[in-house]
T-cell receptor, first 112, second 111 residues
């Protein structure tokens, strides 16, 4: 089954404790992206990647890192999480470019 | 920079009512336009898209027409069902390869 998977689905952590949210797709897509969803703000793009080893900042990249060492994986790293990063995070992928994107189920992160 | 503005919700309709959700955009050049839908507890799914002026995207009874002269991409459905209850997002992308979403409009359809 074609899908985008994210782990964990729920995470509660404390300020400053490094964490990684994994994202994997099995559709051989070149384009992958991370978004955060906050009430009243919709989805805002954090980082995106056009292909392996190519990443670019989106609208709200501060406090986040990403890497794209393999085509299928695009982990989101929070080196020192803060409470304002409490949000619902979505990973998405598409064949090439931000066209028809397939979204993962979301990761709800709470930073205390 | 690029941006998308959607009508604020929530929108509550009775079953079989006509639906319009307004979306306008600001962009340089000729962006692609999308409507995504998010059902409760799920990720977003593409509902329809249009890639050039005057294109009409359609799917599951929903339609939207790319109007460059009014920079709009309004979502319409002639007769909504309870199962259409969801949050709807208008979005655009352009050659810069980033993606901009509107704030989302929550639709509730009552039997």
């Amino acid at each position: 089954e074609a899908q985008v998977t994210q782990n964990p689905r729920y995470l509660i952590t404390v300020t400053g404790k490094k964490l990684t949210v994994t994202c994997s797709q099995n559709m051989n897509h070149e384009y992958m992206s991370w978004y955060r969803q906050d009430p009243g703000l919709g989805l805002r793009q954090i980082y995106y990647s056009m292909n392996v080893e190519v990443t670019d900042k989106g609208d709200v990249p501060e406090g986040y890192k990403v890497s794209r060492k393999e085509k299928r994986n695009f982990p989101l790293i929070l080196e020192s999480p803060s409470p304002n990063q409490t949000s619902l995070y979505f990973c998405a992928s598409s064949l090439s470019g931000p066209d028809t994107q397939y979204f993962g189920p979301g990761t709800r992160l709470t930073v205390l | 920079g690029n941006s998308v503005t959607q009508m604020e919700g929530p929108v509550t309709l009775s079953e079989e009512a006509f639906l319009t959700i307004n979306c306008t955009y600001t962009a340089t050049g000729y962006p692609s336009l999308f409507w995504y839908v998010q059902y409760p507890g799920e990720g977003l799914q593409l509902l329809l898209k249009a890639t050039k002026a005057d294109d009409k995207g359609s799917n599951k009874g929903f339609e939207a027409t790319y109007r460059k002269e009014t920079t709009s991409f309004h979502l319409e459905k002639g007769s909504v069902q309870v199962s259409d209850s969801a949050v709807y997002f208008c979005a655009l992308s352009d050659r810069s390869n980033d993606m901009r979403f509107g704030a989302g409009t929550r639709l509730t359809v009552k039997p």
